[in-house]
């Protein structure tokens, strides 16, 4: 699938959802989209990490996984659209999850 098109053309909640059903059916992109969220254009980033925040909603048990690469984006990246979606996925894990002390300092700073 052409990632960067499909975040760049999303312009609503509801598709940002319907793309996230495409994962419940096609876990093999994950990673396909987890590339988009490191993106260096803020908007194509930004939704990736939209998209996963909505498959996490109603997949959190599939987003374990990918929590090491979560972490290592949300420490890394400089979009704050992308910070705000994967501290909110964290929200839904358990805080004896998190192990990592630059999640704590992330969220602090």
Known sequence: MNWIKILTEIDSGGQSRVIANIL?????????????MQCNNATVAWRAAWVIDNFARNNPDKVMPVFDVLTNILVTTPHHGVRRH????????????????????????
């Open 24 to 36: 419940e059916t096609n876990p093999n992109e994950i990673s396909s989209v987890l590339e988009c």
């Open 86 to 109: 994967i501290t909110r996925i964290l929200c839904d894990v358990d805080p004896a999850m998190i192990e990592d002390g630059r999640v704590v300092d992330c969220c602090i700073r």
